[in-house]
């Protein structure tokens, strides 16, 4: 008897001092009533930040919106940039980046991506009457050809691991980095061809997509979690449910076709 009750105050004793399970991400945002979303609201149609109302729009502040209704909480804007946005991550700033983020393997080393939602690579974008001029990486990387990149993101790394006689340059402002092409300040751009065909479509018989549908390299877009499986389970399920009953192509209809 003595033996049981002492393996009984044990066993007690063991569950009283062990650590109390901690609520997952997604328990947090649901009790806190707040998604908070990263994004540089520099990367039109994914998002864009209005500089006289500074609200955000596009389409991921469209699917953000959604998402924070299936959740059944508010949304909370957390700008960043390129540049800073995985030391943002990092500091645990926002739970969740959109706004046209590619999936890449150093992000992935520090948190989760949810389902791809777009599969595109990078093309180049050019004025018209120079399209045909840079068909392929070969044509672009000449000596004085400007090829101008937006700082920090995907744009410019890929510049650099594929170009070694072009002339690179940075421009910081990616709202109006693509006026730099029109007024032939810079040559070309090299970017997602998602992004491609809506500057087009801004800049119809000035700016021109080059082969968009043929791109050079492969990538995904997706949504960047914190790493919480609860939470990528959640995303994952949302928009499996939107691409089924047609939410995703609705809003993909508003800023794409």
């Known amino acids: 008897m003595l033996r049981v009750l002492t393996c009984l105050a044990a066993l007690l004793l063991s569950i009283a001092s062990a650590p109390a399970q901690q609520p997952s991400r997604l328990d947090q945002i649901i009790i806190r009533g707040t998604l908070r979303v990263g994004m540089t609201g520099d990367y039109r149609p994914f998002t864009f930040l209005d500089k006289e109302t500074q609200k955000f729009g596009g389409f991921d502040v469209d699917m953000a919106e959604s998402l924070g209704k299936a959740l059944g909480v508010k949304i909370e804007y957390v700008q960043t940039a390129w540049s800073q946005m995985a030391g943002d991550f990092d500091a645990d700033k926002f739970d969740i980046a959109m706004g046209g983020v590619s999936i890449t393997l150093d992000r992935q080393k520090k948190g989760l991506f949810s389902t791809p939602i777009m599969r595109e690579g990078k093309t180049p974008i050019a004025r018209c009457a120079d399209k045909d001029k840079y068909a392929d990486l070969a044509d672009i990387d000449k000596s004085g050809t400007r090829v101008i990149v937006n700082p920090g993101g995907t744009n410019e790394r890929f510049a650099r691991a594929h170009l070694k006689s072009a002339d690179i340059r940075v421009y910081n402002d990616n709202v109006t980095i693509f006026d730099e092409i029109a007024k032939g ?70 800023w794409f076709e």
């Open 185 to 254: 300040d810079a040559d070309l751009m090299m970017t997602d061809a998602s992004e491609t065909r809506y500057q087009q479509k801004l800049h119809p018989g000035v700016l021109c997509a080059v082969h968009p549908e043929k791109p050079f390299d492969f990538a995904e877009k997706a949504y960047w979690l914190q790493r919480d499986e609860a939470l990528k389970d959640f995303v994952d399920q949302w928009l499996h449910i939107s691409m089924q009953d047609g939410s995703f192509a609705k809003i993909y209809a508003t």
